[in-house]
């Protein structure tokens, strides 16, 4: 892959915007070129959060080509890191990544969120809802896990390699949903009582849009989570979701129990104004100042 990326012809152009979560940044760029990196993440299989360890990298992590093909594609990224002029971030944790990946600083934009075609109202029925890929970092073993012991209902929406496993250990109160499309995904989502999210997240635009639906969030309290929810408190009541402290069954299910302490103590006001934070329209807005300050400083020649 980025042996690929560097393929592309780009010299014709004068402001190269990449989109990257793994090699899109190694991109050529010729003398005065302006390279804008967006980064949704320093990639997983190469920087894991040291909390994932091998989860990020498939539990391949112990082979000697995998740790030989990794250190080679380590010296490729931040090389390619060095090429670029100005790093954008899509949450505060990536940001922090991207200093301990690449020593770089990088600004905040938070990722869009559709709410035109969001319903808000839905009534709510009987089950809870995990939306993920079915990958490991993602960790849906352990809400799986959790609610084995607390025999609720379970939707999980999403696929990936590990559906079959999780699959064949799933408890009788769980179903797997798969793929949806757009419209049965949001009906799906503001149905809920709530979504469950057990992964350390970069960002996570699913517990934005259960937010925009009116559905609150039970979401681990490390990376992107804990900057799109309000925990909901007897002296916060317009929070819009409960953190757990810890990934692990039992603080998934502690989670799940304190959300149903409160009841209907949360509020559908409260759920989409913290989601409207997250607004297209705004994205575009802070989007394009930023690229034009990029420019601004690279004519100037004051970019860090």
């Not at 609150?216 to 309000?230: D, K, M, N, Y």
């Not at 802070?286 to 990029?294: D, H, P």
Request: hydrophobic content about 40%; glycine content about 6%; proline content about 7%.
């Amino acid at each position: 892959m980025p042996f690929a990326f560097r393929d592309l012809t780009l010299r014709s152009y004068e402001i190269i915007i990449s989109s990257s979560h793994a090699f899109s940044k190694c991109v050529k760029k010729r003398a005065g070129q302006l390279h804008i990196c967006y980064c949704h993440t320093p990639s997983r299989v190469l920087w894991p959060p040291p909390s994932e360890g091998s989860a990020s990298t498939f539990g391949l992590s112990r082979t000697l080509p995998v740790r030989i093909a990794a250190a080679f594609l380590r010296r490729v990224d931040r090389a390619a890191a060095r090429q670029v002029d100005v790093f954008f971030a899509n949450s505060r944790f990536t940001a922090a990544r991207i200093e301990a990946a690449y020593s770089r600083s990088a600004r905040v934009i938070y990722p869009p969120c559709d709410l035109q075609d969001v319903p808000l109202d839905l009534p709510k029925q009987d089950y809870y809802v995990c939306v993920s890929r079915l990958v490991p970092y993602k960790r849906v073993d352990l809400i799986l896990e959790a609610f084995r012991r607390l025999n609720r209902r379970l939707v999980i929406v999403g696929d990936g390699p590990m559906r079959p496993l999780l699959e064949r250990n799933r408890p009788p109160a769980v179903t797997f949903a798969g793929h949806l499309d757009r419209r049965k995904y949001l009906d799906t989502l503001g149905r809920a009582r709530a979504i469950v999210h057990g992964a350390l997240e970069d960002f996570g635009i699913a517990l934005v849009e259960s937010q925009a639906c009116g559905t609150p969030v039970i979401a681990f309290r490390q990376g992107g989570s804990s900057e799109t929810l309000i925990p909901w408190t007897t002296e916060n009541p317009d929070g819009t979701g409960i953190l757990f402290a810890e990934q692990s069954p039992d603080s998934v299910a502690e989670a799940v129990s304190r959300f149903e302490s409160i009841g209907s103590g949360f509020r559908l006001s409260s759920l989409r104004r913290n989601a409207e934070r997250f607004s297209r329209s705004r994205f575009v807005e802070e989007f394009r100042a930023c690229v034009g300050s990029a420019i601004s400083s690279w004519n100037g020649r004051t970019l860090p």
